[in-house]
């Protein structure tokens, strides 16, 4: 850096979840079935 040579990559490789191109559907179809499944399961005891 004191040099004046160092050139930070601007590239980022992550995201967080929820964010655009990682929206996770896959896990929210998941926890949304489990969710219903808890909820019938309570309904016909």
């Known amino acids: ?3 004046g040579n160092f050139h930070p990559s601007k590239q980022m490789n992550h ?3 929820g964010s ?3 929206l996770c559907n ?3 179809v998941i926890e949304f079935n489990s ?3 808890t909820i019938l399961n309570k ?3």
Do not use: K, R, S
């Open 1 to 3: 850096m004191d040099a």
């Open 15 to 17: 995201t967080h979840e």
């Open 20 to 22: 655009i191109g990682n």
């Open 26 to 28: 896959d896990q929210i």
């Open 35 to 37: 969710a219903i499944e």
């Open 43 to 45: 309904q016909n005891l």
